[in-house]
């Protein structure tokens, strides 16, 4: 099945520092999504992303589709941004990446 | 505020004993997903629904689970009998349009079976 890994799998930040997390998968997609996991377990769709790029406030992800990796950009982090960063990507089936955990300090 | 809600939030229960966790998803939104996080397994779709009507359930052991939607405010998920194995927290999410629109997720159901 298609393999899905993320980078870094921890990250460390000052708050009001950028960050780019990267997903890579091992083959074409239907489509790509980021999720974000605060602290307290609750999840939040980011993108539908399988290809170009999208913008949400200080959150942008890029997806090249041909190379089969994804970006997501986060800029001047904030503590709120702390939590594990997910991609998943579509194809008969729906794979997640393991996360990347990221933690924000004030 | 509208928002997907879960219940129950926590369960214990014993191996062998059935499980039933329910989703009621955001007035007016006709997709419902159903995933479950496990520390070994990470997150995984076991299901998802339109309109009611199952889509995609590739993802849940066929044996054991069972998802329904009996009407457009609640989506049902069952274990018959439930194993440890099945320990983990189930999160529902909703979509108002199409699957590629944002899915809106409940605050889950933590299982644990003993």
């Known amino acids: 099945g298609i393999q899905v890994e993320q980078s870094p799998p921890d990250l460390i930040l000052q708050e009001g520092a950028n960050s780019t997390l990267r997903c890579n998968f091992s083959?074409?997609?239907?489509?790509l999504q980021w999720f974000h996991q605060n602290p307290w377990g609750q999840l939040i769709n980011l993108f539908y992303?399988?290809?170009g790029t999208k913008q949400n406030g200080r959150l942008s992800a890029t997806t090249v589709a041909t190379e089969r990796y994804s970006l997501l950009y986060i800029s001047s982090s904030q503590t709120t941004d702390s939590g594990v960063y997910f991609c998943?990507?579509?194809?008969?089936?729906?794979?997640f990446g393991a996360g990347t955990r990221l933690t924000v300090k004030p | 505020d509208a928002r997907v809600t879960q219940t129950p939030r926590h369960k214990v229960t014993e191996m062998g004993q059935e499980v039933t966790m329910r989703c009621q998803p955001i007035?007016?939104?006709?997709?419902v997903f159903w995933y479950r996080q496990t520390m070994m397994q990470g997150l995984e779709l076991l299901a998802y629904?339109?309109?009611?009507?199952?889509?995609?359930d590739s993802g849940m052991p066929k044996d054991r689970f069972s998802a329904e939607m009996p009407d457009a405010t609640l989506a049902t998920l069952k274990i018959q009998p439930s194993e440890p194995r099945d320990s983990a927290v189930y999160f529902c999410?909703?979509?108002?349009?199409?699957?590629?629109?944002?899915?809106?997720f409940g605050p889950g159901t933590r299982l644990t079976v003993l």
């Open positions: 629904f339109r309109n009611r009507a199952p889509l995609d």
């Open positions: 007035l007016g939104h006709n997709t």
């Open positions: 083959d074409s997609v239907n489509n």
């Open positions: 999410a909703s979509v108002r349009g199409a699957i590629t629109d944002t899915q809106y």
């Open positions: 992303i399988p290809s």
């Open positions: 998943a990507v579509n194809i008969n089936d729906m794979r």
